[in-house]
């Protein structure tokens, strides 16, 4: 069998960037039984209660949906169960010590299967106030009126 190449995403939390400012972001390694594996193969996770918490110099995974394998036997996962993140331990120490300032912490960005391993991107975040979101928005709404209407004078100069 070929090896897999490229990036093949299997979840995003979009929730995330729009409740967040994103300061740093990290890309890990997930520690996953084989009907995760499976399951996650098959495009099926859920990120938006996730988040990540440091305990004793280790990065764990919580409330991420890995659905259970629908083929398992009783070797199934449970799917809500708390899991390890690969990485390195100056990451790991940096992100402790950042996610201790008031009103910081880490979520899971996406969940995406890289040259066949599955990986994480984790951010580090700051929660946005309910006028930041507003304004957010309205950016958006500004730049996307902005290219209608370029798009509208080109198509006029061109007819």
């Known amino acids: 069998m070929a090896k897999e190449k490229g990036r093949k995403l ?9 409740d967040y400012h994103i300061l740093d972001t990290y890309e890990c390694g997930l520690v996953l039984t084989g009907t995760e594996v499976k399951s996650l193969r098959q495009g099926r996770a859920s990120l938006a209660d996730g988040f990540v918490q440091i305990d004793g110099h280790e990065a764990w995974l ?4 890995v659905p259970e394998y629908s083929q398992g036997t009783w070797t199934n996962h449970s799917a809500r169960r708390k899991r390890k993140l690969l990485m390195h331990r100056a990451e790991i120490d940096k992100l402790e010590s950042k996610s201790q300032e008031t009103g910081h912490t880490i979520v899971p960005l996406a969940l995406y299967f890289k040259d066949g391993r599955a990986k994480v991107e984790i951010a580090l975040a700051r929660g946005k106030k309910e006028y930041d979101k507003r304004q957010t928005l309205r950016e958006k709404q500004d730049r996307r009126e902005a290219e209608r209407a370029i798009s509208a004078v080109k198509r006029r100069q061109r007819a």
């Open 10 to 18: 299997i979840a995003q939390n979009k929730k995330a960037r729009h």
């Open 62 to 65: 919580h409330n991420v949906h």
